[in-house]
T-cell receptor
Framework: GAVVSQHPSRVICKSGTSVKIECRSL??????MFWYRQFPKQSLMLMAT?????????EQGVEKDKFLINHASLTLSTLTVTSAHPEDSSFYIC?????????????FGPGTRLLVL | AQTVTQSQPEMSVQEAETVTLSCTYD???????LFWYKQPPSRQMILVIR????KQQNATENRFSVNFQKAAKSFSLKISDSQLGDAAMYFC?????????????WGAGTKLIIKP
């Protein structure tokens, strides 16, 4: 149980195009979903927190208009990188929380590697 | 603000032996949660073990156990009988009980190398 999927696993795009990444909780309804960015050999950097039916909460320094997050249902959140540029190339990871209170644990998707040419 | 420190960028251990990964944190809260996550070369983050701060008993999961020292704000991970499949980046994370959304605060990670 507690499986989170991400699609696509890898994407290469041209500079200036937009890319959408999907994050799904397959066997549970997620209270909250998180989006992270990870640079090589570094820890995870939280980009935004997403709750179903409400606007995402972005971390300081993350451009809302560049990284659009839509949380349409309790099992699906999407991250759209708009007008992507080479500096947006990175590994993007989503996670979904299950349970509540002290039981709440984040389960992670397998990640999406984005390369912008 | 809370911080998590992993002072060992890299550790190596002989297969079948035991290794301990260090993690310290800083907080003024009394109730919180601590986690160890593993990220193998596939980059899939996997929950290894979790500890609730209100519990005095150290959490264990098969070959993985923690040494939780609340007063010292220390949360080390011990891996017994190391296996080749344990090779990965290990991240320590802190989560507050206060507030909504329960964001994780991450350490920088420790790369664990298993020598055959």
């Amino acid at each position: 149980g507690a499986v989170v999927s991400q699609h696509p696993s890898r994407v290469i795009c041209k500079s200036g195009t937009s890319v959408k990444i999907e994050c799904r909780s397959l066997d549970f309804q997620a209270t909250t979903m998180f989006w992270y960015r990870q640079f090589p050999k570094q820890s995870l950097m939280l980009m935004a927190t997403s709750n179903e039916g409400s606007k995402a909460t972005y971390e300081q320094g993350v451009e809302k208009d560049k990284f659009l997050i839509n949380h349409a249902s309790l099992t699906l959140s999407t991250l759209t990188v708009t007008s992507a540029h080479p500096e947006d190339s990175s590994f993007y990871i989503c996670s979904a929380t299950i349970g509540g209170g002290y039981q709440e644990t984040q389960y992670f998707g397998p990640g999406t590697r984005l390369l912008v040419l | 603000a809370q911080t998590v420190t992993q002072s060992q960028p890299e550790m190596s251990v002989q297969e079948a032996e035991t290794v301990t990964l260090s993690c310290t944190y800083d907080t003024s809260e009394s109730d919180y949660y601590l986690f160890w996550y593993k990220q193998p070369p596939s980059r899939q983050m996997i929950l290894v073990i979790r500890q609730e701060a209100y519990k005095q008993q150290n959490a264990t999961e098969n070959r993985f156990s923690v040494n939780f020292q609340k007063a010292a704000k220390s949360f080390s991970l011990k891996i017994s009988d190391s296996q080749l499949g344990d090779a990965a980046m290990y991240f320590c994370a802190y989560r507050s009980e206060v507030g909504s959304n329960y964001q994780l605060i991450w350490g920088a990670g420790t790369k664990l190398i298993i020598k055959p």
